[in-house]
């Protein structure tokens, strides 16, 4: 396997023989909750960034190199949509006060996240659509990310008020 096999399939978690999309998010929701354990979430920004960047760029050699189109063992954007999604919902546990707040952030992040990510609705199905390349595969991700994180908040401060 090579190193950009290795990175585009994140650990070779996107060739699992049924749902690699979830599986992939499943691997990167545990890794970026560990990952936050030692860094800051400024710098976990950062690193989402840059594994964004780098994810189109590989994708495009990836897709190069195959003549493909978003192989369904293509996870990394999934992992940037999962940890936008986690950049939105781990704040707003600092500002609710509920019991499990932390526990339904991390769950929440995640279901909200699959379902824009299959879904698909307005933007991020017209970007899965029609931008070819690696643009293509992370653009959608990277807005199911932000349509995730953003009803994991609405979620969370939904709950703050009725619990």
Known sequence: MTLNRLFITFGATGLAPKAPGTVGSFAALVVGLLILQIIPMQTFFMLTLVITIIGIFEINKYEKLTNSHDDKSIVID????????????LPTVDIVNFPYAYET????SFGAFRLFDIWKPSLIGV???KVKGGLGVMGDDVLAGIAG???TVLLLRGLDMVL
């Open 78 to 89: 999934e992992v940037s949509g999962m940890w936008i999604t986690l950049m939105f919902a």
């Open 105 to 108: 952030a991390v769950v929440a």
């Open 127 to 129: 970007i899965d659509r």
């Open 149 to 151: 994180g953003m009803l």
